[in-house]
């Protein structure tokens, strides 16, 4: 089934094909507008790095690669002419899906710069990638989790404005491991803030989440952390679920993950 975004986006969206996005390839990211001022390329440039950010903790990984795996190795200074700007995008390994969090993105920023379209392609192979296809209807817009996850994922059937997360490890932390750990989980809900899993038909930028840094304790082998006035889609915790995955996978073993 070809991605699809639940808004009726006001600008155009070109997207790779099925199955591309998890390649490690080489993609180009193009923005046409007229005249790109200096404000229109720092804000677009900001909105690439909330998904580069996003991608590097595993967030969007998806069923197609291990939480761990999934990133974006390097993003390019952005390229500008008359009527466009233009990233390089490298070493790409995200789910299909995280395409949707990526308009999300730019919608957020289109009343105030007004672009006409945003098209993500691989570099080798622009004729493959394909609109992306809107579906008011649509009820699972963003990356599904990693079907490799071993932990007891238990997420409570109704997404709360108030979120209690618990996070049990196979060990006590390091400091430094809760230094790492904290780095990754206010890197989900930074960008989860900017409204990247948006939830129709509220605007990306009326979507969010309050949170603290302060707020994370830790206590020998267990995480807790409480977020408020959570407005977003609950394709956010499945996002939370990668990126616990990821700390499994690569920081310290998880024994499960519990959000109410």
Known sequence: MPVATPYALPFGVLVPADGELASGARFSLVVTMQ??????????SSVLTSWEVLAS???MSGARIPAS????????????????????????????????????LFLSEWEEHRFA???????DDPTSANPLRYAEDERHPYPDRDQRILFHVDLSSEVMEDVAIEITFADVLTDEQVDSIRESLTTWAGVTAC?????????????????DLDDIEVIDATLTWSLRKFTAHS??????????????????????LRVR
């Open 35 to 44: 005249q790109p001022s200096a404000d229109a390329i720092e804000a677009l």
């Open 57 to 59: 903790v595993g967030a």
């Open 69 to 104: 795996e999934s990133s974006i190795a390097n993003v390019s200074d952005p390229m500008t002419g008359a009527d466009s700007m233009a990233w390089v995008l490298d070493g790409v390994r995200l789910d299909d899906r995280a395409t949707v969090i990526l308009a999300n």
């Open 117 to 123: 379209r945003v098209d993500l392609y691989r570099s």
């Open 195 to 211: 409204g990247a899993y948006a939830m129709a038909p509220l605007p990306p930028e009326k979507c969010g989440v309050v949170f």
């Open 235 to 256: 394709g956010a915790l499945d996002g939370l679920a990668n990126t616990v995955a990821a700390i499994d996978q690569t920081t310290v073993p998880v024994r499960e």
